[in-house]
């Protein structure tokens, strides 16, 4: 059974930073666009960042350019998510997807949500 852990969120202040970890089990991210979708009490799920399998492609929300970065490590198996200048309008469940690369582009995984595999989902809370 294929595996997304996430890992890294928490409580933090108006303005300050995490970093999201996403790792892979029996699952290799080389073949894989990796995306970080998160989803807020009432509201839908709604694609924040998205990367191709060799991370030369990326794409962001507008709610988030400029403050978080997504990046990867093929030979960790795992995909990052750093957050900077949080605002209490970025609190929500986090999730990362897969889906395979071949078919999958940074802009249908972010936009149109496709995925072939999803994480269970850690909780980021931006609150003073």
């Known amino acids: 059974q294929v595996l997304l852990v996430e890992s890294g969120g928490g409580l933090v202040q108006p303005g300050g930073s995490l970093r999201l970890s996403c790792e892979a089990s029996?699952?290799?991210?080389?073949?894989?666009?990796i995306g970080w979708f998160r989803q807020a009490p009432g509201l839908e799920r709604e694609g924040v960042s998205c990367?191709?399998?060799?991370?030369?492609?990326?794409f962001y929300a507008d709610s988030v350019k400029g403050r978080f970065t997504v990046s990867r490590d093929n030979a960790k198996n795992t995909v990052y998510l750093q957050m900077t200048s949080l605002k209490p309008e970025d609190t929500a469940v986090y999730y990362c997807?897969?889906?395979?690369?071949?078919?999958?582009?940074?802009?249908?995984?972010?936009?149109?949500?496709?995925?072939?595999?999803w994480g269970q989902g850690t909780q980021v809370t931006v609150s003073s």
């Open positions: 990367i191709s399998s060799s991370g030369g492609t990326t």
């Open positions: 997807a897969a889906g395979p690369s071949l078919r999958t582009t940074v802009q249908s995984m972010c936009v149109m949500k496709r995925a072939d595999f």
């Open positions: 029996r699952l290799t991210l080389d073949y894989y666009t």
